[in-house]
């Protein structure tokens, strides 16, 4: 007795040259025999003789909508992707074109002119269902507080907000351990940086966390910023609030407040920074050389305008308070720190030709390669001279 496969076999080409003939008689006749032996209704042995002769000519059967995106797209998008250091969809959307204009004109864009066409059409939404199929990094571990206040406190003010009336080089500020698991003996520290209006963001490695070294650590900071200081808002750490940063403050002019003990939501611009940047970036290895301070800031030289200059993001722009939940606003169009500075009416047009030259030269592939080598010597020097042993 013949299986179902074995007559949808023998009847396949006779049925599909039937199609053909004018008269249908055949086709039905057809169908009405293979129904009765294989007790199946005549629909579903319409679609088996198209399944039975598309494998027998080897045609693949296509179904669904035509497929936009193939591998080649997939692939373009993950060199962006990469080069911006595996940002979220909602902020590697507005800058992708700009991303692969720098890559082509340094010769490092490898993909077809169709595939790079269909990258830039894609939208947001789609943007963001495939860049969720890629890996992502997890964060390890969390680090310590090394905060403690001062008498001094009772002299600098506290100020919480509001920030967004402020000016281009007003400044929140925090220093983060490099300590790894414990608080114990010498280590590095990163003093981190963030201008408030323009999201501009620096750091600076430094050897513990003394006065005065992190008085050079602000100096060594305002050298390299595209603006002067003229405010500065720290928590209430020892690190700042002493006489030496005081008097910092004092001789150039410069305000200072502080934010209130045991309230981080006061300093959230450089707290989320804290995190994102200095952790995403150097992790939570204990750095207890001082070969490593070298080694770090060498890091920060490279980090610090890659940032800048290709990671955009987006500001809170409303907090509204519905019963016991708070709902956000978020910018439209994240920008980067580069772009929110030439957008700025305070800031000298000097300053912002001396950016757009230096935007000019620098690539983010490059830049991104290059973070990578010097974090990794960063790793290497750290293991040869560091005191412990340490995981990354």
Not at 4 to 16: D, V
Request: some cysteine; proline content about 5%; aromatic content about 8%.
């Amino acid at each position: 007795m013949e299986t179902k496969n074995q007559i949808f076999k023998r009847y396949t080409k006779e049925y599909h040259r039937a199609q053909t003939l004018p008269d249908k008689r055949m086709q039905t006749r057809i169908l009405d025999t293979v129904a009765d032996a294989t007790q199946m209704h005549r629909k579903a042995v319409i679609r088996k003789f198209k399944r039975v002769y598309a494998k027998d000519i080897s045609v693949q059967e296509a179904r669904g909508r035509p497929r936009i995106y193939t591998p080649d797209v997939i692939s373009a998008l993950k060199d962006v992707w990469g080069a911006s250091n595996r940002l979220c969809g909602e902020l590697l959307f507005p800058i992708i074109r700009e991303y692969t204009e720098v890559l082509r004109r340094d010769g490092m864009w490898a993909n077809s002119d169709e595939a790079t066409s269909k990258l830039l059409a894609m939208s947001l939404g789609t943007m963001k269902i495939k860049l969720g199929n890629f890996t992502k990094i997890q964060k390890k571990g969390r680090g310590f507080s090394t905060t403690s206040p001062s008498h001094l406190k009772h002299i600098i003010p506290v100020f919480s907000g509001p920030w967004d009336k402020e000016l281009p080089g007003s400044e929140q500020i925090d220093t983060v351990a490099h300590c790894g698991s414990s608080l114990l003996g010498s280590f590095a520290y990163t003093l981190n940086i963030v201008d408030i209006p323009t999201l501009w963001n620096r750091a600076w490695a430094q050897w513990n966390k003394g006065q005065e070294a992190t008085v050079g650590s602000l100096a060594a900071i305002e050298d390299q910023s595209p603006f002067p200081y003229i405010k500065l808002h720290p928590d209430s750490g020892a690190e700042f609030i002493n006489w030496h940063c005081k008097a910092y403050c004092d001789t150039k002019g410069i305000s200072m407040t502080r934010s209130r003990p045991n309230h981080s939501n006061d300093n959230a611009y450089i707290e989320e920074r804290n995190g994102h940047i200095i952790r995403k970036y150097i992790g939570y290895i204990r750095l207890d050389c001082e070969e490593a301070v070298v080694a770090l800031n060498n890091v920060y030289a490279v980090l610090c305008p890659y940032l800048n200059h290709f990671i955009p993001s987006r500001k809170c722009i409303e907090r509204v308070k519905i019963g016991s939940k708070y709902v956000k606003k978020y910018e439209k169009v994240p920008k980067t720190p580069y772009q929110r500075v030439l957008e700025n009416e305070h800031i000298s047009d000097e300053a912002k030709e001396t950016l757009r030259e230096e935007h000019a030269a620098l690539n983010p592939l490059v830049m991104k390669k290059e973070i990578d080598r010097l974090r990794a010597v960063l790793y290497d020097v750290q293991k040869k001279h560091g005191n412990s042993s340490n995981k990354i």
